[in-house]
Nanobody
Framework: VQLQASGGGLVQAGGSLRLSCAAS????????MGWFRQAPGKEREFVAA????????YYADSVKGRFTISRDDAKNTVYLQMNSLKPEDTAVYYCAAAKAPYTMVVRTTAMYDYWGQGTQVTVSS
């Protein structure tokens, strides 16, 4: 699976962005998908994940209620809608794909098999 993330940019605090991750190669529907982020000087951290089925999602506490992950299997794309952005959301955002059971939400970095190249999100105060 090849993953291409896009949609990052510069936004003021309180604003919104929608990230997209387009997949190609193997069957997209066989994979659970996730978003991670890495700020300068910090480790990569989990943001959100969605199951292969699309029926289960999970969010980091820091983004719960503000971010929404979704997938469109017809377009081989997973999205991350980010609302009420804060300066601490500034990071490079990565999408990833994990071979996982149908309803499983994968939250662990090590369980992901494929990674996109990352897209920069910068939130100004």
């Amino acid at each position: 699976v090849q993953l291409q993330a896009s949609g990052g940019g510069l936004v003021q605090a309180g604003g919104s962005l929608r990230l997209s991750c387009a997949a190609s190669g193997r069957t997209f529907t066989n994979y659970g998908m996730g978003w991670f982020r890495q700020a300068p000087g910090k480790e990569r951290e989990f943001v959100a994940a969605i199951s292969w089925s699309g029926g289960s999602t999970y969010y980091a506490d820091s983004v719960k209620g503000r971010f929404t992950i979704s997938r469109d299997d017809a377009k081989n794309t997973v999205y991350l809608q980010m609302n009420s952005l804060k300066p601490e959301d500034t990071a490079v955002y990565y999408c990833a794909a994990a071979k996982a059971p149908y309803t499983m939400v994968v939250r662990t970095t090590a369980m992901y098999d494929y990674w996109g190249q990352g897209t920069q999100v910068t939130v100004s105060s």
